[in-house]
């Protein structure tokens, strides 16, 4: 039997007389050894084998492999080079994985935070504009009940030359296109726009309300030929003729029927500083927002360009106008021109850089043409800019300070800012309030919640000014305020118009539990079951007592009364009527608190085109003779 073990001490048999009989190391066998004990081997024993049979006994372990690795500098464990390697190699390989999903694998973005009511009732009034849109409804619309409208606007004008008016938007509940208050409202969702962009971006909007605006400034650059300015196309539809227009008639704009020559009709002016400097403003605001489309961008500020000389040249109110236009005016009468000058200039400034813009706008302040300017005080509207124009120039004056020769204007704009922003407080009794705190403006004036809108914005608006400028402080004759005071009036007011009210009524469609049902809307009043109903056909569906069959959500209605209530019915226009300006409002109001981002404004966007200001050069030093 085969024994891996050793046997340790090996004798020769007794008996044995000579060398001869000693085994050979060549040819003893196994059957001549004997085992005679265990245990380690005699000194004497050993001896007499040779080298290969000592070395049998004596080593009695296995050869060890070679425990280290030369590497010619240094000597290493070969255990731990071998591990070197292989953790080498796993990281190549774990990098070119990681390489080649970062490439070509699906991209994960960072998902946004949860939206804030401010945020869900702003994608809200962004879809209002959408259900606004008059000609070829593009195919991202969205709105199953609307379509094409319109078709034949500018065919059929006032001094008989057909042109192309097709597109924009449509005021309010009826069907009339109105080129002053349209402007404005394009003006304010750049505004806000270029102010927040970055909010609007993490809320993906950003490419919805450039789509809003764009649509809106195309229809601008229709009405006009910016080459040469000589007329402007500023409301296609009228509501004070004889028979039936866009106020008698309840009609889908789908159904429109009326194209005759007192009916649908597009009414051009030939003098309106008013409008072209409000038109100049819109196209000038435009542009910054699409400055990555340098085009685009060149074609309105073109515009805007030739509009603003316009309104210089041919000063005067486009309501002054006379014609067929003087029975309109009612609508949107213009109380004067020249805040629309300083507002349609401070925008070119900011667009172009140009100093004479500056130059103007700031030698303006001393050329007040506008004599109802102080019964309006505080009032931002399509009518009255000069709180908006006074608050852009206070942006410029504080944040860069171009200093003289336009720092004694800027100081006395930011001044009237100041005091426009504290009569807004309620620690002040400038404007009266309803008992639930909502500001008014104007008692006796229906509507209230435009110019609320409009007031919350221009408050957060300055709030967030001054904290770039790094101002927390904020003076109000004697008495000094913390900015967030200005942010608190703003967010009441647009509380109040999402519903916490006594009526505990959102005065957005849509929005929350409780809001209008019955909106004062042609479109949306009517069911779409491809019928056609006619002007007086469509009455039965004006007079029902019921909901719309569409919601509308998004639209802001007129609002309450002084006394905080509400009669919710279709015939009220005065309060359940929504309107363009007052969705713009709501909407600049509504991303000036969404929290989506930290920070304020978006401070560089609108600097831009400015270039750096620079302290003017001292004189040189006269000839000196000795």
Not at 60 to 76: A, E, H, N, W
Not at 242 to 263: A, I, V
């Amino acid at each position: 039997m085969y024994n891996n073990r050793w046997p340790v001490a090996l004798e020769v048999e007794a008996g044995a007389a000579s060398d001869d009989n000693i085994l050979s190391r060549n040819s003893t066998s196994a059957s001549e050894v004997e085992i005679i004990s265990e245990g380690p081997p005699s000194r004497r024993r050993l001896e007499e084998l040779d080298e290969t049979q000592r070395s049998w006994l004596l080593d009695t372990k296995k050869s060890r492999k070679p425990t280290q690795v030369d590497l010619g500098c240094i000597t290493c464990d070969i255990r731990f080079f071998l591990f070197s390697i292989c953790l080498f190699w796993t990281a190549c390989l774990g990098t070119g994985i990681g390489i080649v999903v970062w490439k070509y694998g699906p991209k994960h973005h960072p998902r946004p935070p949860p939206a804030d009511n401010y945020t869900v009732a702003l994608g809200m009034a962004l879809n209002f504009f959408d259900f606004q849109k008059s000609g070829y409804l593009p195919p991202a619309n969205n709105v199953t009940w609307r379509g094409p409208s319109a078709l034949l606007d500018g065919q059929n004008t006032s001094d008989n030359v057909k042109t192309n008016l097709t597109g924009g938007y449509y005021d309010a509940g009826d069907n009339i296109k109105f080129g002053f208050p349209g402007a404005f409202t394009m003006t304010l969702l750049s505004w806000g726009a270029i102010e927040y962009g970055s909010r609007y971006e993490a809320i993906g909007e950003m490419e919805h309300i450039m789509e809003i605006i764009k649509w809106g400034t195309d229809y601008i650059l229709e009405t006009f030929n910016a080459s040469n300015v000589d007329k402007i196309y500023v409301q296609v539809g009228v509501g004070n003729t004889p028979g039936q227009n866009d106020l008698t008639c309840w009609e889908r704009p789908e159904d429109l029927d009326y194209f005759d020559d007192t009916s649908r009709i597009a009414l051009p002016v030939y003098v309106g500083s008013d409008l072209a400097g409000e038109m100049a403003a819109a196209l000038a605001a435009a542009s910054i927002v699409f400055k990555d489309t340098p085009d685009y961008s060149k074609e309105l500020l073109k515009g805007a360009t030739a509009l603003y000389k316009f309104a210089v040249d041919s000063q005067g109110t486009y309501s002054a106008n006379g014609g067929l236009l003087q029975s309109e005016v009612e609508f949107y009468n213009s109380s004067g021109y020249y805040d629309e000058l300083l507002w349609g200039g401070a925008w070119l400034y900011y667009a172009t850089g140009n100093s004479s813009y500056l130059s103007q706008v700031t030698y303006q302040a001393t050329n007040n043409t506008n004599p109802g300017a102080a019964q309006y005080f505080g009032v931002f509207d399509w009518d009255n800019k000069l709180v908006g124009a006074q608050l852009l120039l206070t942006r410029l004056r504080i944040l860069q300070g171009p200093g003289y020769p336009y720092e004694q204007m800027l100081s006395q704009y930011n001044n009237q800012t100041n005091l426009v922003m504290c009569a807004y407080l309620p620690y002040f009794t400038t404007f009266p309030r309803t008992p639930a705190g909502l500001i008014l403006f104007d008692e006796k004036r229906p509507q209230p919640l435009p110019a609320v809108a409009n007031a919350a914005f221009l408050a957060a608006l300055y709030a967030d000014y001054l904290e770039a400028a790094d101002m927390p402080i904020w003076q109000c004759g004697p008495n000094q305020f913390g900015i967030n005071i200005l942010r608190n009036f703003s967010q009441s007011q647009i509380d109040y118009i999402l519903g916490s009210n006594p009526l505990n009524m959102s005065y957005v469609a849509g929005f929350s539990d409780k809001f209008p049902q019955q909106v004062h809307h042609r479109a949306a009043s009517m069911p779409f079951d491809n019928q056609r109903y006619s002007c007086t056909g469509g009455y039965i569906w004006r007079d029902k007592n019921a909901s719309n069959p569409h919601v509308l959500p998004g639209a802001m209605v007129g609002g309450p009364d002084n006394s905080d209530q509400f009669t919710d019915i279709r015939s009220n226009s005065a309060q359940t009527e929504p309107s363009l300006v007052g969705n713009a409002g709501l909407v600049a109001a509504l991303i000036a608190h969404s929290n989506v981002t930290k920070g304020g404004i978006d401070i560089k966007p609108l600097f831009a085109a400015i270039p750096p200001s620079y302290p003017s050069s001292p004189p040189p030093p006269a000839p000196w003779n000795p």
